[in-house]
C-alpha cells in the first residue's frame, strides 16, 4: 500500500470533521462562559486538546472496535487494511500525548476535566461500550463535556453548564439511536447495548423522551434572562429539527442520528448568538 493510502487511513481514524467539531464546541463554551481576547491563548489550547483527544479517542475505539467493524463499517481504515491494528494504537497513543500536554497549560479545573475525559475515554472502549445505556451515559457525559472544558478553560463552567446537560442528553439520544442502527453487527460480536437488552423500538422511546426533556429545558436561558429573544429564534428551529430526526429514527435511524447531529449543533449556535448579543449590547 502506498504512502498517500496510508495517511489517509490515519487520518481518517481520528474521524477529522467530528475531531474539529468538538473543538468548536469547546470554543463555544469557551465563549458562552465568557472568555476575554486576553485568554486567547487558553481557549486555542483548550480546542486543540478536545480535537487531538477526540481524535484519539476515534482511533482507540477503532482498535477495540475492529472485529466489529468488519462487519458493521468494513470500509474502515482498520478491516480494509489501510492501518494496522498496532498502528493505530500508537498513533492513538501519540494523540492523547499531545492533548494531555496541551491540557496541562490550563488551569486546575480544567487539567481535571481533560483527566478525567481520558480514563472514560479509554475505560469506554474497554469496559462500557458493550453495556446497556451506561456506555451511551459516558460517550453523552463526553459530548456535553466539550462545553465544559471550554468554560473551565476562561475559569468559569456556570454559563456552560446548562449547555452541558442539553448537549449530554441529545448525545444520550444520539447514542442510543446509533445502536439501532448497528444492532445486527453488535449482537453478531455479543455486546448488550440498550436496543439488544429491551428491543429497538422500545429504546427509542427511551431516547425520545430524554431529547424531550432537553427540548423542554432549552429555554431556561431565555427565562433566566441570561439571553434574549434572538436565542429562541435560533433554538426553536433546533428543536424542530431534533424532534423531526426522532421520529425519522423509527424508521431510518442512520438518517435520524445525523439529522439530529445537524439539530444539535444548530441549538450550540442559538447559545453562541445568545451570548454574543448580550456582549453587544449597548
Do not use: C
Not at 112 to 135: H, Q, W
Amino acid at each position: 500500500m502506498d504512502v498517500q493510502a496510508r495517511v489517509r487511513g490515519y487520518v481518517e481514524l481520528m474521524r477529522p470533521m467530528n475531531s474539529v467539531a468538538a473543538g468548536v464546541l469547546t470554543f463555544i463554551g469557551a465563549f458562552v462562559a465568557g472568555g476575554s481576547v486576553d485568554q486567547a491563548p487558553a481557549v486555542a489550547a483548550a480546542v486543540a486538546a478536545t480535537a487531538l483527544a477526540t481524535g484519539a479517542g476515534n482511533a482507540i475505539n477503532d482498535y477495540f472496535d475492529r472485529e466489529i467493524d468488519r462487519i458493521n463499517q468494513p470500509n474502515r481504515p482498520i478491516p480494509r487494511g489501510a492501518v494496522s491494528e498496532r498502528g493505530a494504537l500508537w498513533f492513538s497513543v501519540a494523540l492523547f500525548t499531545a492533548a494531555t500536554a496541551l491540557a496541562l497549560t490550563l488551569p486546575a479545573l480544567a487539567i481535571g476535566i481533560a483527566a478525567f475525559n481520558l480514563v472514560a475515554l479509554v475505560a469506554y472502549t474497554e469496559f462500557f461500550k458493550g453495556l446497556p445505556g451506561l456506555g451511551n451515559a459516558l460517550v453523552a457525559y463526553l459530548g456535553g463535556s466539550t462545553f465544559l472544558f471550554g468554560g473551565a478553560a476562561v475559569g468559569d463552567v456556570s454559563a456552560s453548564g446548562i449547555l452541558f446537560v442539553l448537549a449530554a442528553l441529545s448525545t444520550l439520544t444520539r447514542e442510543i439511536i446509533k445502536d439501532v442502527e448497528d444492532i445486527e453487527g453488535d449482537r453478531e460480536e455479543g455486546l448488550n447495548t440498550l436496543p439488544i437488552a429491551i428491543g429497538a423500538r422500545r429504546a427509542l422511546h427511551v431516547g425520545t423522551a430524554l431529547l424531550i426533556v432537553a427540548i423542554l429545558a432549552s429555554p431556561i436561558p431565555y427565562l433566566q434572562g441570561s439571553f434574549g429573544i434572538v436565542y429562541l429564534l435560533v433554538v426553536v428551529p433546533a428543536a424542530v429539527i431534533m424532534v423531526g430526526a426522532a421520529v425519522r429514527s423509527y424508521d431510518r435511524p442512520e438518517i435520524g442520528q445525523r439529522y439530529l447531529k445537524y439539530g444539535m449543533f444548530l441549538a450550540a449556535l442559538a447559545f453562541m448568538i445568545g451570548q454574543l448579543s448580550v456582549v453587544l449590547r449597548p
